[in-house]
């Protein structure tokens, strides 16, 4: 009888090393939501959140951005994905109708351990967003993150790789 030699080879692999190991992700977003800022009076006056983005996904036009957004701009970000995308969009924190009321005591939505609260619940929710794949090729996320001014009368469409 013929001896058969089996047709398959192993991949030949470097070992991995605690560098590698615990390392950054080769592809990632890097999302960070801070400093906040409440500018305007009376019924004018609102929070905004520095988004800073740092990413080396090759779909994304810029490596690095930072804009400012309104908990409003993060409401309108959900709505377009989940209208437009397949995917599962995870809720935001609450928008707070009790803590506006008047006579409360305190600063309502304008108080210090509400915003920081409100700032955490912001970026675990943007995080997991942009960690999705299927949420990166939307076009209304690279606005949110990339563009100064978000253009609402945008056509909803797929970014495409350059």
């Given at each position: 009888m013929?001896?058969?030699?089996?047709?398959?080879?192993?991949l030949i692999t470097n070992p991995e090393n605690?560098?590698?190991?615990?390392?950054?992700?080769?592809?990632?977003?890097?999302?960070?939501?801070?400093n906040s800022q409440t500018v305007g009076v009376g019924r004018g006056r609102f929070t905004t959140y520095e988004i800073r983005v740092k990413t080396n996904l090759p779909?994304?036009?810029?490596?690095?951005?930072?804009?400012?957004?309104r908990y409003s701009g993060f409401e309108w970000l959900r709505c377009e994905l989940e209208r437009e995308s397949k995917v599962v969009v995870?809720?935001?924190?609450?928008?707070?109708f009790l803590r506006q009321l008047p006579f409360r005591g305190d600063?309502?939505?304008?108080?210090?351990?509400?915003?920081?609260?409100?700032?955490?619940?912001?970026?675990?929710?943007?995080?997991?967003?942009?960690?999705?794949?299927?949420?990166q090729n939307e076009r209304c996320l690279h606005m949110f993150f990339q563009?100064?001014?978000?253009?609402?009368?945008y056509t909803p469409s797929k970014i495409r790789h350059a």
């Open positions: 013929a001896e058969t030699v089996a047709d398959t080879w192993r605690l560098n590698d190991a615990y390392g950054p992700p080769s592809n990632f977003p890097e999302i960070d939501v801070s779909i994304f036009k810029l490596k690095e951005s930072t804009v400012r957004r995870p809720p935001l924190p609450g928008n707070a600063d309502g939505i304008f108080d210090d351990n509400f915003i920081e609260e409100r700032k955490q619940g912001l970026e675990q929710f943007i995080n997991k967003v942009a960690g999705h794949p299927l949420a563009d100064e001014i978000t253009d609402k009368s």
